[in-house]
Nanobody, 113 residues
Framework: QVRIVESGGGLVQPGGSLRLSCTAS????????MGWYRQAPGKQRDVVATISIVGTITYADSVKGRFTISRDNAKNTVCLQMNSLKPDDTAVYYCNLQMTNSWGQGTQVTVSS
């Protein structure tokens, strides 16, 4: 059983930055694509960014140029650096380990003045 734990959410003003972190237990992390997803109230959960085991990265169009995903296989950690945040970025952000479709509990990001 893989355990995923996210951290780093919070309240930030428009234009501000946050850095989300996700740590996975076990030995599967380095073998799996990792992803960040988000779900706003009343909406479906959508992919934000993914990073493969060889470092291939994809971003949703809405976050390109503002968000950066990275991984550290030695620490079983994947991060999401979020800059130039907008109110539309407000959502619960979830980390996903693709190989086992494991999810964390989510971390709330609120962008508001």
């Amino acid at each position: 059983q893989v355990r995923i734990v996210e951290s780093g959410g919070g309240l930030v003003q428009p234009g501000g930055s946050l850095r989300l972190s996700c740590t996975a237990s076990g030995n599967i992390f380095r073998l799996s694509t990792m992803g960040w997803y988000r779900q706003a109230p009343g909406k479906q959960r959508d992919v934000v960014a993914t990073i493969s085991i060889v470092g291939t990265i994809t971003y949703a169009d809405s976050v390109k140029g503002r968000f950066t995903i990275s991984r550290d296989n030695a620490k079983n950690t994947v991060c999401l650096q979020m800059n130039s945040l907008k109110p539309d970025d407000t959502a619960v952000y979830y980390c996903n380990l693709q190989m086992t479709n494991s999810w964390g509990q989510g971390t709330q990001v609120t962008v508001s003045s």
